[in-house]
């Protein structure tokens, strides 16, 4: 029986027809790819759940177009290609809030976990508005102020256009500059290089690992000169161990004056099981602390009650930055909407929204998506919310400024 089309993958199965002379005809149908699965269930997934897709849709709807041929090819059939792909499609929704919970040794860093500067587009340039403290780039010199002129030896809006595959005519700031930071942050494996200029001469500078050697603690703390209680949270705001080591920080630190809660090391987010008890010891009573927005299917505005033998009084400054990660700016927002701190520091890590996880049929990955808006409680998006005792929070090998301004505060 003679088939009547072409197979064009090396899987097929059959599929049968009725002819109009009554013959069952039996013709090969194409098997479509685990890749093939994966790209249309994302491409589904983000127009239907991903709360920030309407200034988006025109760019994904060319990334999909895209996705779904690149997937039939043999370099999307490995493990390796497929997920190439698949991060490739999640850079074109230009959002360091989603990702996937997988990764090879060659894919994106993320950022701000696996990043070590900062750069905003002010004035037509590339400016270093944040270095981390202990980082790749702190390490090689990189200083807040210089001008980045390239990266890798690339000039610096060429690296970038490489991170903006479509939808190029017509490319935000917002999406620029999440370019140039994804090409900061680079590739798992790969050598950084930027080039800057600072003070009219041009410095070649070569970046180890991005991320500081960890501290190996949950919560730091120390008594500083003046009876100040200083705590910082390591990256920890996700596992529920960090609570019992906030509960023992204020414990030993009992008595003091004043208070600097440090945030400027949580780029991984966390938990509310988390975040909340520490929020907790710092106030009476049940207090609201952050809104959610109409896609939330829980209570719209957050609450937090107090716990703990004895509450934290007295005066509080919190530091945020560009490492202050999600749950971590869920915590500052609270901080300042229970107008129980004031809040030192730079703009933070602006992941936007909520994240909820969604499986992938094919390789039973998951991608994490914001699903649905956060709000300061006085209703602005948290992630357009900045501190507002501005100051650079993240100085690199120089000066801690930001807790040198929360303890000039705390000391008058």
Not at 195 to 203: A, D, M, N, Q, S
Request: proline fraction near 6%.
């Amino acid at each position: 029986m003679a088939c009547l089309c072409t197979v064009a993958a090396p899987s097929v199965h059959h599929g049968y027809a009725q002819s109009s002379a009554g013959q069952v005809q039996d013709f090969p149908t194409v098997e479509r790819s685990d890749a093939e699965r994966d790209v249309d269930a994302l491409c589904a997934l983000v127009r239907e759940h991903y709360v920030y897709f309407a200034p988006r849709e025109d760019v994904w709807d060319a990334t999909c177009e895209s996705a779904k041929q690149e997937a039939r090819t043999e370099a999307a059939a490995t493990p390796a290609g497929h997920l190439k792909l698949l991060e490739h499609m999640l850079d074109q929704l230009w959002d360091n809030h989603v990702s996937l919970n997988v990764n090879s040794p060659t894919s994106p860093r993320l950022v701000p976990s696996g990043s070590d500067y900062w750069i905003d587009f002010t004035g037509g340039n590339a400016v270093v508005t944040a270095v981390r403290p202990s980082s790749g780039a702190a390490k090689a010199g990189l200083k807040v102020g210089d001008r980045v002129v390239a990266m890798n030896g690339m000039p610096v809006l060429s690296a970038a256009s490489d991170r903006i595959r479509h939808g190029r005519n017509a490319v935000s700031e917002a999406r620029l500059v999440w370019a140039l930071n994804a090409q900061a942050a680079g590739y798992r494996g790969q050598m950084r290089g930027v080039t800057v200029e600072r003070g009219g001469t041009e410095l070649d500078l070569f970046l180890d690992e991005p991320m500081p050697e960890p501290s190996g603690e949950l919560v730091t703390y120390q008594r500083l000169k003046g009876n100040i209680g200083y705590i910082r949270i390591d990256d920890s705001l996700g596992d529920d161990a960090a609570v019992a080591a906030f509960d023992a920080a204020l414990e030993k630190l009992e008595g003091a004056s004043g208070w600097v809660i440090d945030l400027r090391n949580t780029p991984g987010g966390g938990n509310t099981s988390v975040a909340e008890p520490m929020l907790g010891r710092f106030i009476r009573g049940v207090k609201p602390y952050q809104k959610a927005g109409p896609r939330w299917e829980g209570e719209a505005v957050r609450h937090v009650a107090s716990r703990g033998p004895w509450r934290v009084k007295g005066r509080v400054a919190v530091l945020a930055g560009r490492w202050t990660g999600s749950m971590g700016e869920g915590l500052a927002i609270g901080f300042d909407g229970l107008r129980r701190a004031r809040v030192f520091g730079s703009p933070m890590a602006a992941l936007a929204g909520g994240v909820e996880g969604f499986e992938l049929p094919a390789s039973g990955w998951s991608v994490r998506l914001p699903s649905y808006n956060l709000y300061h409680m006085k209703g602005m998006e948290r992630h357009v919310w900045h501190p507002p005792y501005a100051v650079i929070a993240d100085n690199g090998a120089g000066p801690d400024v930001a807790l040198q301004a929360a303890k000039d505060w705390l000391n008058r």
